[in-house]
């Protein structure tokens, strides 16, 4: 059974409470104070409303051939039924999706799952990273993690070492998304991941090498009152480097925040204010398939750091309406320093044919 059609089963109980039953569900902000403690929070915080785990990368096999990936996990808590004893009350909601960008076919390789937690079905663990939905899952054992990904067009097979410290984001893993302190969301950064391990695209089954990035997140309330989407870059610098910058933007393309932290090579954080972020659109492309246009080339300024985003291909769009509700773009961009390539990671445009719902 795959994720479109589990995905409205397992929704059916929201249409049928409605908005009324959810707004009675009460979840905690969040706030200053509290310091991240590793690796307890890379585990799942049940009470809050959303949260995801997401890692991607660049991969190359030993004939050199080049392709980007991403896995992401979510788990939203949807507030209903919570005083129910039943193991069929879906307390827990788990989705995942995962995508290739194979420059040999020119598009995205998707497959998505979702499943309520618990009957072994799915489940997601506290105090470490544990997530699973049927025979998908992300691991973690210390500074390792593991991703097994058996899709209907591709399987990933991969292991992640952890060569360098927590990146925090924002004000000490507080990361304000709008003017609102509380529009905010946790969130720490594992960039520079090594990565080992196999791909598999048909019956091709193929070794592989790289470097990625995981992003853990958890909030309650993430776009701020007139947002519809954002633009988000997570680059590994071949120098060891690494930065994250996003802007979350308003329906006429203005931003209304941004952020960002950057890494040096000697390993000293710099965390951008909003005035630090800017990201100007060098080139678009648009979907034949759904007709969204998306800027897929960025000039990106971040503090001292200016960057040129170029995609591996333009068409990585990835229709995820059966699984998170949204169709957005989100593929492999190398980043280039006066016209030579300096580093490699990923773009994710949102809300660009509609805006992003949470």
Same mark, same amino acid.
Request: glycine share 10%; hydrophobic share 45%; with cysteine.
């Given at each position: 059974?795959?994720? #479109?059609? /589990? /995905? ?17 569900? $009460?979840?905690?902000?969040?706030r ?15 009470? #809050?409303?959303?949260e ?42 788990? #989705? ?14 998707? &497959? ?15 105090? $470490? ?53 509380? &529009? ?21 089954? !193929? ?13 309650s ?8 989407g ?32 950057? /890494? &040096? ?14 990201f ?17 080339? #960025? ?30 773009w ?13 580093? !490699? ?9 509609e805006?992003?719902?949470?």
């Open positions: 059974m795959n994720g #479109f059609p /589990r /995905r409205r089963f397992l929704l059916l109980p929201l249409a049928l409470i409605g908005a009324a039953a959810r707004a009675e569900a $009460r979840y905690p902000d969040v200053k104070g509290a310091p991240l403690a590793f690796p307890a929070d890379e585990g799942a915080h049940p009470a #809050f409303r959303t995801w785990w997401y890692i991607t990368g660049w991969l190359r096999d030993t004939a050199g051939r080049e392709c980007g990936f991403q896995v992401t996990f979510f788990r939203n808590r949807p507030g209903i039924a919570e005083e129910s004893s039943s193991r069929f009350a879906p307390n827990q909601l788990l #989705f995942a999706h995962a995508a290739v960008a194979d420059p040999e076919q020119q598009r995205l390789l998707v &497959d998505q799952r979702a499943a309520r937690e618990g009957f072994d079905l799915a489940s997601v663990a506290q105090e $470490r990273i544990g997530v699973h939905i049927g025979n998908w899952s992300l691991l973690q054992d210390g500074d390792r993690y593991a991703a097994r990904i058996h899709a209907r067009t591709f399987a990933l097979e991969l292991a992640f070492a952890a060569r360098m410290p927590v990146l925090l984001q924002g004000d000490d893993g507080v990361s304000r998304k709008g003017p609102d302190p509380l &529009d905010a969301s946790f969130y720490y950064s594992r960039p520079q991941l090594v990565v080992t391990g196999s791909i598999a695209i048909g019956a091709a089954v !193929r070794a592989v090498t790289g470097t990625a990035w995981l992003d853990h997140e958890w909030s309330r993430y776009l701020t009152r007139g947002a519809v954002w633009d988000w870059a997570g680059i590994n610098f071949d120098d060891g480097a690494a930065l994250m910058a996003f802007r979350i933007r308003d329906a006429q393309g203005g931003a209304v925040w941004a952020g960002g932290a950057y /890494r &040096d090579a000697r390993g000293v954080r710099h965390v951008m204010s909003p005035a630090d972020v800017e100007v659109a060098e080139r678009h492309w648009r979907s034949p398939r759904t007709g969204v246009e998306y800027p897929v080339s #960025f000039r990106l300024r971040a503090g001292a750091v200016e960057v040129t985003l170029e995609p591996l291909f333009a068409d990585q769009e990835l229709d995820a309406r059966a699984g998170v509700g949204a169709v957005y989100e593929g492999a961009v190398r980043a280039l320093m006066g016209g030579r390539i300096t580093g !490699r990671g990923y773009l994710e445009l949102t809300g660009y044919g805006a992003l719902r949470i």
